[in-house]
């Protein structure tokens, strides 16, 4: 089955700066590309997807990046804030499961 | 619309006991999936299910029975429980397209097994 890894497991940026979260799957015939954005105790939240014919997306200070020769994609905040702390999940689909990574903890230090 | 609802909020059972946890979506979705959370594993697939009397196992399905009678209600059924099953337990739900829609999560169970 597909297997999604995520990367890194934590990353602590300083307020403005930009964060970068990594994800890598195996499964080639994977077609889309969500993350999901969870804060404490909340459930999880769409914030941008991307499907396998676009290379890049972006909205507002959040973009995603697809590499689908190299199986990955990233996920991009620029001038970071401090509501922008929380768990980030990439995700993966493919025929009918939608597959998660292992989460991102992001802090944003002021 | 209320969206994705979950009952209960908490729950704290004893090793061997059933229970069931019930998740209600008013949205028409034709997608409806359970996932398990735990710290460190992200958000593993139980069962999911494409349609009314459609269902299908995911990642870690052992332990766990779902059944799908309505397009509305996709209960899960925990058979014996055990302390591993200690988690939260998030339902969501989706539009069927061809290439992927947005899930929609409901609240969560914070089930924990003594």
Known sequence: GENVEQHPSTLSVQEGDSAVIKCTYSDSASNYFPWYKQELGKRPQLIIDIRSNVGEKKDQRIA??????????????????????????????????????????????? | NAGVTQTPKFQVLKTGQSMTL???????????????????????????SVGAGITDQGEVPNGYNVSRSTTEDFPLRLLSAAPSQTSVYFCASSYRRSVGSEQFFGPGTRLTVL
């Open chain 2, 22 to 48: 019930q998740c209600a979506q008013d949205m028409n979705h034709e997608y409806m999936s359970w996932y398990r959370q735990d710290p460190g594993m992200g958000l593993r697939l139980i069962h999911y």
């Open chain 1, 64 to 110: 995603v990046t697809l590499n689908k020769t190299a199986k990955h994609f990233s996920l991009h905040i620029t001038e970071t804030q401090p509501e922008d702390s929380a768990v980030y999940f990439c995700a993966v689909q493919g025929a009918q499961k939608l597959v998660f990574g292992q989460g991102t903890r992001l802090t944003i230090n002021p």
